[in-house]
């Protein structure tokens, strides 16, 4: 092994310094750019995070607001409604006097009203309306649509009118009625029993406002209205019976107080239905008004109403009933974030309503970040290529240092034997003939090896600067090598080596298309090559092949000797490359021998290719492929 000097160790000390050296440089170059980026993308994600939940906030909040407003202005639309209208018959005004007229709420399906919304085309109320209900002062459930045969006006209307949907009709007041009696909704305020008639003309004064404030104290009274006597009158006989001592007593409770006390509706919910109720005062009199409504019907009627800001999927919404989910509009995600929470007002209070974000983190804040991480990543991948391309620079020059250094040496070498052996003949200091002959021999042996360095890199400079003439000539690659072995075997057998050649029989005759100089000059680099790195095997020889394997026809040679390291293999190629560096390096060389192969391979239209052989290393050359 070559002993170094304290300048190469110093050299390749400063060298790996200076590659240090540049890598921080490179790293403290993309920390200065990274860092103020990485905090303004993270400052701006955070911006951007906030702004879209307060979007997402605002529009949850205004779909909430659009729903109340929608289900207050149903709700004081049935509370503005006339108590007439919960009866079978109306008293009309016509010239002279008042006309008694079925009233709307009698037809079925009811199509009047602000809980209805009647779809013609398909016959039903698109708000879920089951059916109007009234519960007179005997706790007698009373609907307008279905008619209590027992009384007055009840008989009349069964006589006068068919029911072809009676059935229907009644399989809906048997619904109410389950409603009602489940939820124990009931007149409290007096009974009919406790009237007590003073006179023919006075009825004694009943609290009946009095207890409707005391009952509804938590609640405002939401209106008084005026009627006629004739109105009420026509309202009220619906809940007589068929006999004229109750007739009269009717009459006499009304007197002459013609004002309807009216409080709010309140909501009771059972089995999937909302029933609506409110409590009436008259006179004497009291009554429980109220309606049935389908609760899923009605309230996905009023989701479908939501503000298109909500209405996308990047939002679901829900309305739970004492915390269970009843109502949906979207559909929620695995990882939907819930953004919004609140009841909604009276009378609908035990109603929950909900809005989920089914964006995950803002879609925003996350293009946001994402930018910043592939422009980081950019910057680096820039920063990396830009060190790898001066750093490949830099050890390009430092492999030229080397290979002038190299040359220098190699040149040295040879020139010093010439030199030696001239003046030992020169000066007659040899006076053996055989010793003289032996001289001659290593003189021009030396010369032979000297012109070959220089032409090799004659050959590098021509083939860099695109000035080898290729002379393409069908020649018999056989030929090519019997002529490389007749010039070049000696100079191997002189170190030592045998050179063999072996061929198939189908390759001897071949013709191909080739360049005899570039194939001289690859047998000379290859076997140069094979010469330097065998010297310490133990089996010292060199092998040619020239063999087919279908179309592929290639030339290889072989040694024994210790091979290329497989992490080595892509960069042999590469110009001014050793394997070993310039400190450790056992072998004499430039390191241009195997790039010059590979330029001319490509020259020529030929592959090359280099594999262990264990022991040794095989080189292939693939000439272009035959023609079958």
Request: with cysteine.
């Amino acid at each position: 092994m070559r002993t170094l000097n304290v300048s190469e160790i110093l050299s390749y000390l400063k060298k790996h310094q200076a590659i240090v050296k540049d890598r921080l440089v490179f790293v403290s170059i993309f920390l200065v750019i990274g860092v103020p980026l990485s905090i303004l993308f993270v400052h701006t994600y955070q911006q951007s995070s906030a702004l879209a939940e307060k979007t997402q906030l605002y529009s949850a909040n205004n779909a909430y607001q659009a729903l109340s407003d929608d289900l207050t202005q149903d709700f004081n639309g049935e509370n503005n409604r006339s108590y007439k209208v919960y009866g079978i018959l109306n008293s009309t005004p016509v010239i002279g006097g008042y006309s008694p007229q079925i009233s709307e709420s009698f037809f079925f399906p009811d199509s009047a009203g602000p809980y209805c919304s009647f779809d013609v085309e398909n016959n039903h109320c698109r708000k879920g309306l089951v059916g109007h209900f009234q519960i007179d002062q005997s706790n007698t459930l009373l609907t307008p649509f279905y008619p209590d045969t027992n009384a007055i006006v009840g008989k009349m209307v069964w006589d006068y009118y068919a029911f072809e949907d009676e059935k229907q009709r009644r399989s809906i007041r048997d619904l109410i009625k389950q409603l009602v009696d489940t939820l124990e909704i009931r007149n409290e305020i007096v009974s009919q029993e406790s009237f007590q008639v003073v006179d023919s003309t006075k009825v004694a004064e009943a609290p009946i406002i009095d207890q409707l404030w005391d009952k509804n104290s938590n609640i405002n009274i939401r209106r008084t209205e005026i009627t006629s006597e004739d109105e009420a009158l026509t309202y009220f006989v619906e809940t007589a019976k068929m006999d004229s001592a109750n007739m009269g007593r009717m009459q006499l409770s009304i007197g002459n107080d013609l004002s309807v006390v009216t409080s709010l509706f309140q909501a009771k919910y059972s089995r999937g239905y909302i029933v609506f109720y409110r409590d009436i005062g008259f006179g004497a009199l009291s009554m429980v008004q109220g309606f049935v409504v389908n609760q899923n019907t009605y309230l996905n009627y009023r989701l479908l109403s939501l503000p298109r800001e909500i209405a996308n999927p990047d939002y679901a919404v829900e309305l739970a009933l004492d915390g269970k989910v009843e109502n949906t509009r979207g559909r929620k995600k695995f990882n939907s974030r819930l953004i919004f929470e609140k009841s909604l007002s009276a009378p609908f209070e035990q109603l929950t309503f909900r809005v989920y974000s089914n964006s995950g983190q803002q879609l925003a804040g996350y293009t946001i970040l994402l930018t910043g991480t592939i422009l980081l990543i950019i910057i680096a991948i820039c920063l990396i290529t830009i060190y790898r391309f001066t750093r490949s620079k830099v050890d390009l020059a430092t492999k030229r240092q080397d290979f002038v250094s190299a040359i220098t040496h190699e040149l040295k070498t040879p020139l010093a034997a010439i030199k030696m052996y001239a003046e030992l003949l020169q000066n007659s200091w040899v006076a053996n003939e055989e010793k003289k002959q032996r001289y001659y021999n290593q003189i021009a042996s030396e010369a032979d090896r000297l012109s070959r360095l220089i032409q090799n890199v004659l050959n590098l400079s021509k083939l860099d600067g695109n000035r080898w003439n290729v002379q393409l000539r069908m020649e018999r690659p056989k030929a090519v090598i019997d002529d490389f072995l007749a010039t070049y075997s000696k100079n191997v057998e002189k170190q030592g080596f045998e050179l063999t050649v072996s061929t198939d029989m189908e390759a001897d005759n071949i013709h191909l298309l080739i360049d005899r100089d570039a194939i001289m000059q690859i047998l000379m680099n290859l076997v140069d090559n094979s010469l330097k790195f065998s010297k310490k095997s133990d089996y010292k020889m060199i092998s040619i092949e020239l063999a087919i394997k279908g179309t592929d026809m290639y030339m290889a040679v072989r040694d024994y000797g210790p091979g290329i390291p497989p992490s080595e293999m892509k960069k042999v190629f590469q110009e001014f490359y050793r394997v070993e560096n310039e400190m450790t390096r056992q072998t004499s060389g430039t390191g241009i021998g195997l790039s010059m192969v590979k330029k001319l391979c490509t020259l020529c239209n030929m592959k090359i290719e280099v594999e262990n052989a264990n022991p040794g290393l095989r080189t292939k050359i693939h000439f272009p492929p035959l023609e079958l």
